[in-house]
T-cell receptor, first 115, second 113 residues
Framework: KAGVTQTPRYLIKTRGQQVTLSCSPISGHRSVSWYQQTPGQGLQFLFEYFSETQRNKGNFPGRFSGRQFSNSRSEMNVSTLELGDSALYLC??????????????FGAGSRLTVL | GDSVTQMEGPVTLSEEAFLTINCTYTATGYPSLFWYVQYPGEGLQLLLKATKADDKGSNKGFEATYRKETTSFHLEKGSVQVSDSAVYFCALSGTGGGNKLTFGTGTQLKVEL
């Protein structure tokens, strides 16, 4: 069973540019969450999508946005990049049912460097 | 709001030593508690979980017990191996619905021969 796939794995952008990151969840999983990981702030929740609807949102500026498609694949976008947006962006998918509740399966992440 | 506090790292141990990583939490309601592990260059992997008070989660020799009276979920292992070297994250699920997790800052474990 394939895991959570994130693309691209590494990317370098300059300030002011925008970036789109992609996440393919485990087959059958309908919930996709995004987290930002930095050495200073640790793991911070960005947002969660379920069946194409944003279900939860963290405390990030409006430059950070996301969406989910009908096949559960998700993308997140960061516009007008700042140096502080350099981070590892992790995507996680979650299955349904009590056994899978809150059990996140993470991808390997997309490492963004902003110059 | 919800928060998780973990002991600072790095923790350096010799192989076969006993491991404890402390984790305490603040939350409303009755959250589920988790330990995730992150190996270099990888995403996080679920290590174990507990969904209610006095539950014990266990996996690969690691254990943690959900202690509501002390709001704690300490991770323990009786005999660590070099392959256990990684960063360990304690986390809790919110009670507001959805799959949002609040993570601690992580504790790096280094196991030496």
């Amino acid at each position: 069973k394939a895991g959570v796939t994130q693309t691209p794995r590494y990317l370098i952008k300059t300030r002011g540019q925008q970036v789109t990151l992609s996440c393919s969840p485990i087959s059958g999983h309908r919930s996709v969450s995004w987290y930002q990981q930095t050495p200073g702030q640790g793991l911070q929740f960005l947002f969660e999508y379920f069946s194409e609807t944003q279900r939860n949102k963290g405390n990030f500026p409006g430059r950070f946005s996301g969406r989910q498609f009908s096949n559960s694949r998700s993308e997140m976008n960061v516009s007008t990049l700042e140096l502080g947006d350099s981070a590892l962006y992790l995507c996680a998918s979650t299955g349904q049912g009590r056994a899978g509740a809150n059990v996140l399966t993470f991808g390997a992440g997309s490492r963004l460097t902003v110059l | 709001g919800d928060s998780v506090t973990q002991m600072e790292g790095p923790v350096t141990l010799s192989e076969e030593a006993f491991l404890t990583i402390n984790c305490t939490y603040t939350a409303t309601g009755y959250p589920s508690l988790f330990w995730y592990v992150q190996y270099p260059g990888e995403g996080l992997q679920l290590l174990l979980k507990a969904t209610k008070a006095d539950d014990k989660g266990s996996n690969k020799g690691f254990e943690a017990t959900y202690r509501k009276e002390t709001t704690s979920f300490h991770l323990e292992k009786g005999s660590v191996q070099v392959s256990d070297s990684a960063v360990y994250f304690c986390a809790l699920s919110g009670t507001g619905g959805g799959n949002k997790l609040t993570f601690g800052t992580g504790t790096q474990l280094k196991v030496e021969l």
